[in-house]
């Protein structure tokens, strides 16, 4: 079991480990008891006050109809609040999202540090800068890090010995480094003053002041942030929650990895993909049984899922053939469509719906290219909108087209591509053979999806694109 329970958890009822394939709706253990203020709290606190589906909340241009993608996001994010907080162990805190942002609670360094092996000095006891040349100290003491020795007054012509992390005392104002120095006869020390040479003395402050915010809240919490967690002095850590995300997959042909697969059938990657995929970003995902095509049993599959989940996920189902029904069985659960196709290509029957008690179903393509272009344009955001983070937005960057594209397309067009380097130093994306929406191993091989605008006429080689890196988490 790892630490972090599902944001939602409703008297304990978080969803269920990931990888454990539930053999039914229902079914399933709790991932833990969440501590946070979200274990006990209200659909209404879970979600925040604009999540409630309410008359208040909707707006009369709703549903989006074919929208725009930041458009769509943009929606549905702003009625997300983040879930639950909850306190955690340092040890457990890599890859979690900072709750509140962290005050230094003391200055860094906390006092003055020596940053080399060598001799403490009296700057007024080097030779002149503009002479240079060698003076000649009696070694009064030693300072080791972690020691506190008595700190008496520096006393004219004296040095300290001193080694590396051991508290300088006030008076000396200069670390003169072992190697520029000659120790002599009698307890003396020879010291050379380089020209420009730093004081070798880390001040006090000098990294963060006490009181200075050291982290943002949002932030994930990665070995560098877990450093400055534990330099503060902290042992635990106020994350939020990992959101719960329910995946269910829609189709009769669907079988789950490691099952026959008879005539007709198909594994069903997108599952475990959306269930890697959302791990990745933080989450808790738990994917459920492929649902049959029957929009009553798939009505109930979301509706079981939307009590265990801060997020529905479904895959396929969603375009308009007589085996079709994730719109009916999204309405039939109680479901107010939100978002209703996006301009996107693969994957433009990608809709999203708000359910009566307030989570976001997001309704995936089942093709395998397009599922996972939800993923990452739709799914992501909303989910790192849910966990909290501050960068939740898709980072967007510009690149050149290593070869041209003629297939034309009435929306933007997101293709999978290798990712080098042009020429001018931005990125060179190279489109992938096999960019169907229904393959599998053309996108296993991506770095990039690269955004060809809408039009008729594709794109030419060396033409700026938009991307987004496919790792990024
Ligand atoms: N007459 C029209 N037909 C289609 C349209 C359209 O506008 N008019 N849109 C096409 C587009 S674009 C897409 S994308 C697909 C979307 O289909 P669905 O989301 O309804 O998905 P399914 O039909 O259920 O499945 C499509 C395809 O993907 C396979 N699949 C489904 N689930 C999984 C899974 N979990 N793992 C792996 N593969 C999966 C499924 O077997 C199908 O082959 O509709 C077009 N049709
Ligand atoms: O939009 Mo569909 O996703 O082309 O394949």
Redesign the pocket.
């Known amino acids: 079991m790892e630490t972090g329970a599902g944001g939602r958890g409703r008297g304990g009822q978080s969803v269920a480990e990931p990888g454990a394939w539930q053999e039914a709706l229902g079914a399933g253990g709790a991932a833990g008891v969440p501590t946070g203020p979200a274990a006990d709290a209200s659909p209404e606190l879970l979600h925040g006050p604009g999540a409630k589906p309410s008359e208040a909340a909707d707006r009369p241009e709703l549903p989006l109809k074919l929208a725009e993608v930041e458009e769509a996001v943009r929606l549905l994010a702003d009625e997300i609040a983040p879930v639950g907080m909850e306190g955690v162990p340092l040890a457990d805190a890599g890859g979690r999202v900072l709750g509140e942002a962290l005050l230094a609670r003391q200055p860094l360094p906390p006092f003055r540090r020596a940053a080399m092996d060598g001799y403490a000095v009296r700057e007024a006891d080097l030779a002149p800068p503009d002479k240079g040349g060698a003076a000649r100290l009696f070694v009064a003491g030693e300072r080791r890090p972690g020691r506190t020795c008595g700190l008496q007054e520096p006393q004219p012509g004296t040095a300290l010995r001193i080694f590396t992390g051991a508290r300088v005392p006030e008076g000396y104002d200069r670390v003169v480094m072992q190697e520029r120095t000659r120790r002599l006869p009698g307890g003396g020390v020879e010291l050379d003053r380089p020209p420009g040479s730093p004081t070798h003395i880390a001040e006090i402050g000098e990294d963060a002041p006490a009181g200075a915010v050291l982290l943002e809240a949002g932030a994930r919490l990665r070995a560098r942030q877990i450093a400055l967690l534990a330099a503060d002095g902290r042992d635990e850590a106020q994350v939020r929650c990992r959101p719960a995300v329910a995946i269910v997959p829609v189709g009769d042909e669907l079988r789950r990895p490691g099952q026959p697969l008879g005539g007709a059938g198909i594994y069903d990657s997108n599952s475990a993909m959306l269930a890697a995929r959302v791990r990745e970003l933080g989450g808790i995902p738990t994917a459920l049984h492929p649902v049959p095509d029957d929009p009553r049993r798939l009505a109930e599959a979301i509706r079981e899922a939307a009590l265990r989940a801060d997020l529905v996920v479904t895959s396929g189902g969603v375009s308009v053939g007589d085996c079709d029904y994730a719109h009916e069985a999204a309405r039939l659960a109680g479901g107010r469509i939100r978002v209703d196709k996006m301009k ?6 990608t809709s999203a719906y708000r359910l009566p008690d307030g989570t976001l179903l997001a309704a995936l ?1 089942g ?1 395998p ?2 599922c996972f272009a939800g993923m990452e344009l739709l799914v992501r955001p909303l989910l790192l909108r849910l966990a909290g983070r501050a960068d939740w937005m898709p980072r967007w960057r510009t690149g050149r087209l290593a070869a041209s594209l003629s297939k034309p397309c009435p929306y933007p067009r997101y293709i999978r591509a290798a990712v080098g380097e042009a020429e001018d130093g931005l990125a060179l994306l190279l489109p992938l053979a096999g960019d169907r ?1 229904g393959n599998v191993a053309a996108f296993a091989r991506a770095e990039a999806l690269a955004c060809v605008p809408a039009g008729g006429k594709g794109a030419a080689e060396g033409e700026q694109v938009r991307w987004l890196a496919l790792d990024a988490d």
């Open positions: 996107m290509r693969p994957g433009t029957p393509s093709n290219s397009a929406s």
